[in-house]
Antibody, heavy 119, light 110 residues
Framework: QLQMQESGPGLVRPSETLSLTCSVS??????????WGWIRQPPGKGLEWIGS???????YYNPSLKSRVTISVDTSKNQFSLRLTSGIATDTAVYYC???????????WGQGTLVSVSS | QSVLTQPPSVSAAPGQKVTIACSGT????????VSWYQQLPGTAPKLLIY???KRPSGIPDRFSGSKSGTSATLDITGLQTGDEADYYC???????????FGGGTKLTVL
């Protein structure tokens, strides 16, 4: 059974970079059938797709975040990562990593990790 | 402002049926498959429906989805108190080359 787990700092200072890693177990991130994505959810609000990466490094990003986002994959560690630069308060959210069949839909999710952007 | 439009809330009595609507455009719902997610309080979203009307293994047939044009619907029959959750629709938007979600619908089982 494939499982996904997010990890990273729970607090980021404004203007600094938010960095998270998703570790995948029980399956290979290099499986060609899937993309690997990040979705976030501000407290009390809805879901926002951040972006997705294929094991070859092909990426798709939310246009509203594209200038600040980088998603990368490390097949040797079976992990993929999110970097969001120039953190602002509205980046405060629960960040989920998830697997998608193609670029959508997301069939397996991590438990999520809360990241607060605050001084 | 979400790309896909859902009603903020719906409610129905136990045992009844409820329908949740999701409205989009020709570049997302109208062109691509729709998926539905259930998010119980304090938990990660769970895939309920994919490719408009398919259920992943383990999802009861009380949950069904359909699509017509630029709108999709999620039907839940035989409502149970355990169905109280937030429900989100999602799709790929070809014009944006991005994934998009609805704003979510809170289901209350009275």
């Amino acid at each position: 059974q494939l499982q996904m787990q997010e990890s990273g700092p729970g607090l980021v200072r404004p203007s600094e970079t938010l960095s998270l890693t998703c570790s995948v177990s029980g399956g290979s991130i290099s499986s060609g059938a899937y993309y690997w994505g990040w979705i976030r959810q501000p407290p009390g609000k809805g879901l926002e797709w951040i972006g997705s990466v294929y094991y070859t490094g092909i990426t798709y990003y939310n246009p509203s975040l594209k200038s600040r986002v980088t998603i990368s994959v490390d097949t040797s560690k079976n992990q993929f990562s999110l970097r969001l630069t120039s953190g602002i308060a509205t980046d405060t959210a629960v960040y989920y990593c998830a697997r998608s069949m193609g670029v959508a839909p997301f069939d397996i999710w991590g438990q999520g990790t809360l990241v607060s952007v605050s001084s | 402002q979400s790309v896909l439009t859902q009603p903020p809330s719906v409610s129905a009595a136990p045992g009844q049926k409820v329908t949740i609507a999701c409205s989009g455009t020709s570049s997302n719902v109208g062109k691509n498959y729709v998926s539905w997610y259930q998010q119980l309080p304090g938990t990660a979203p769970k895939l309920l429906i994919y490719d408009n009307n398919k259920r992943p293994s383990g999802i009861p047939d009380r949950f069904s989805g359909s699509k017509s044009g630029t709108s999709a619907t999620l039907d839940i029959t035989g409502l149970q108190t355990g169905d109280e959750a937030d429900y989100y629709c999602g799709a790929w938007d070809t014009s944006l080359s991005a994934g998009v979600f609805g704003g979510g619908t809170k289901l209350t089982v009275l």
